[in-house]
Nanobody, 127 residues
């Protein structure tokens, strides 16, 4: 198992940018696909973006495509989510998650396929 710690959340205005980071310890980070999910108030947690173990592949929810970019640094055991052109509807708690299937060139969008989660970081976008 790994430990995941998110950081970088905050309160911003619509149109601003924010960068989230997830520091991962334990396990073999470079072999796991990683993802960011978000959970808005009163809603279920939803997939936002994911990246393969190598970083060569990525996937985005339609709601964030073109605005968010996921990346990873396997030397530093971190995964980041660059969020641009933020909208009030992006307001949510953002969670980092790990898929323990090693070296899989597949990015699940179902949260049930992820094995561990961080504690979450709040992003609030005001209009």
């Amino acid at each position: 198992q790994v430990q995941l710690v998110e950081s970088g959340g905050g309160v911003v205005q619509a149109g601003d940018s924010l960068k989230l980071s997830c520091a991962v310890s334990g396990g073999t980070f470079s072999s796991y696909a990683m993802a960011w999910f978000h959970q808005a108030p009163g809603k279920e947690r939803e997939f936002a973006a994911g990246i393969t173990f190598s970083g060569a592949g990525s996937k985005y929810a339609d709601s964030v495509k073109g605005r968010f970019t996921i990346s990873r640094d396997n030397a530093k055991n971190t995964v980041t989510l660059q969020m641009n052109s933020l909208k009030p509807e992006d307001t949510a708690v953002y969670y980092c998650a790990v898929d323990y299937r090693r070296y899989a060139n597949y990015i699940p969008m179902d949260q049930r396929e992820y094995g561990d989660w961080g504690q979450g970081t709040q992003v609030t976008v005001s209009s």
